[in-house]
């Protein structure tokens, strides 16, 4: 009878290990970032990382994935198991701008499971500190005299503050040259290098804390936290003026589990010093979305943008 009742204890094992095994998360976590390292999606990428580490065991590894308007990783995301163990920092720029622009592998309405938001971005046009440009109006004055000779930059080709900017030029009636990079931060450095003449991305915050660079405008319809007088592309009679967020996306088919573990982390975060501390050095505002949210809110701008580009006869042929 030992014997038997050892037998049968030791078959229960395996099956309370497995299922202890099976809980999310049980194995680290791949976070994708589809930008060059150095730029805000970094930063709030670890940000994530460092808080699920330090209070609930979790490791999230953070993969660059940079190029092609983080296409690129977005692809990869859409081709990943739906287990919850492949993540992407969420973007605007490869769901809302480039399927509308471009061939893309990926439906923005079909490949991915959109789970939560915790920031509002700050997409500013920038300058030099010691640039001569004092105001937007005073780059589209220099490019109307100068066609051609203004050199700007994005984070990311064809994403939202490229469009964007990209439009109010055409407004104006200016010849600019855009300059690509892989992402904001090799933007911001060249912009610093004297290489380009303004930068549009969520890259300044702490030099512009430093003194290094100076907004001149706001490509969202959302005001610049703490800068009211920096004018939005909206206010400037601009046609496209979207608010982008940072969020959190998968692959398509993530289990109600797996969102709900994700929603909860990011809300106990949102509570933290770190998070106040992150926002205010990035000039980024609190937004939280939860999935069936941040879904609606995809369906909506992925809509509008692409009416926004196709009015504006910005849409590739």
């Known amino acids: 009878m030992r014997i038997v009742l050892s037998i049968v204890a030791l078959a229960a094992l395996p099956a309370t290990a497995v299922s202890a095994q099976d809980k999310y998360p049980g194995r680290p976590i791949t976070f994708i970032v589809g930008y060059a390292a150095g730029g805000g999606g970094e930063v709030v990428a670890r940000l994530v990382a460092d808080y699920a580490r330090e209070k609930r065991g979790t490791i999230i590894t953070v993969e660059f994935k940079p190029g092609a308007g983080a296409t690129i990783a977005a692809d990869q995301l859409a081709r990943a198991k739906p287990d919850g163990y492949t993540v992407s920092g969420f973007s605007g720029n490869p769901l809302f701008a480039a399927p509308h622009l471009q061939q893309v592998p990926y439906d923005t309405l079909k490949s991915f499971t959109y789970i939560v938001t915790y920031y509002a971005i700050s997409n500013a046009a920038f300058v030099r500190a010691d640039s001569p440009f004092k105001s937007f109006a005073d780059v589209v004055t220099y490019a109307r005299g100068n066609p051609g000779k203004l050199r700007w930059s994005t984070a990311a080709v064809r994403g939202t ?3 964007a900017t990209e439009a109010a030029f ?23 290098g004297k290489h380009i ?14 003194g290094d660079v100076r907004l001149l405008a706001e490509t969202g319809a959302v005001k610049v936290p703490g800068m009211p007088e920096v004018p939005t592309y909206k206010e400037l009679g601009y046609p496209i003026s979207i608010t982008t967020t940072y969020g959190i996306f998968g692959p398509a088919g993530l289990s109600p589990e797996v969102i709900a573990w994700w929603e909860s982390l990011i809300k106990e975060l949102m509570t933290a010093p770190i998070y106040a501390e992150t926002a205010k050095k990035m000039r980024l505002s609190p937004f939280y ?22 009015a504006q006869g910005l849409k590739a042929k």
């Open 161 to 163: 503050s490229h469009v």
């Open 197 to 210: 003449d303004l930068s549009v991305s969520s890259d300044y915050g702490p030099y512009l804390d430093s």
């Open 289 to 310: 979305e939860d999935s069936k949210t941040l879904t609606q809110s995809v369906r909506e701008g992925y809509q509008k943008f692409g009416e926004a580009i196709e």
């Open 170 to 192: 055409r407004k104006e009636g200016v010849q600019t040259t855009m300059v690509p990079f892989g992402g904001g931060s090799e933007a911001r450095t060249a912009l610093l």
